[in-house]
């Protein structure tokens, strides 16, 4: 985020406003004139329009940093760490990416599934069913999401889940039912819950 510079004497907001503008400017010339942005104190002048050095702040020890007294060191262990991050769901940017490379997923279609973690959670899900990845996605940016739309309601609360959306795809990949009978099945399996397989 490049080196902070601390900003005195804004007393109003009109001051933060003009102090901050003069400040980009002047960064933004110092780095065009190819100096470095040194992490500093200035003072805003409100008669003068600028922002004047106070002095030059090279680390933490300029800034007189001590420890809390009264509070207890924390200590947070590297398997914490990983932990929490093993924890926390796939960024949507990667899930896309991982759709378009493991699944042959196109660029569009991996992005509205990836818009909600909702969505990209059924898909997945879906998919570990045994449903084809590609077959999955049409069903769930056509049907699935022309019904949410329509009901105006949201996946959870309907009644299809990934295992009976899953279980219609194979039948229709194997020659069971055609695709139109498995918009009739479909009705039926989101409103109903039905097992596709009866």
Do not use: C
Request: charged share 30%; no cysteine.
């Amino acid at each position: 985020f490049g080196t902070k510079t601390e900003i005195k004497n804004l007393n109003s907001f009109v001051h933060v406003r003009d102090g901050l503008a003069f400040e980009e400017k002047r960064q933004q010339a110092v780095l065009l004139s190819g100096g470095e942005v040194r992490q500093e104190t200035r003072r805003w002048d409100p008669d003068a329009k600028e922002t004047l050095l106070m002095r030059v702040k090279e680390g933490a020890d300029d800034y007189r940093y001590f420890p809390e007294p009264d509070l207890p060191p924390v200590a947070v262990s590297q398997k914490w760490i990983d932990d929490i991050q093993a924890s926390l769901p796939q960024p949507p940017a990667e899930r896309r990416q991982r759709y378009i490379e493991d699944w042959g997923i196109p660029a569009y279609d991996a992005g509205v599934l990836t818009q909600t973690k909702e969505m990209s959670d059924f898909f997945e899900a879906t998919v570990a069913q045994g449903a084809d990845a590609k077959q999955a996605s049409n069903w769930l940016m056509g049907e699935v999401s022309g019904f949410l739309n329509a009901q105006h309601v949201e996946l959870g609360q309907v009644a299809l889940t990934p295992a009976h959306l899953a279980g219609m795809i194979k039948l229709i990949g194997d020659g069971t039912i055609s695709s139109k009978m498995a918009k009739k099945v479909f009705k039926e399996i989101i409103q109903h819950d039905t097992d596709p397989d009866k």
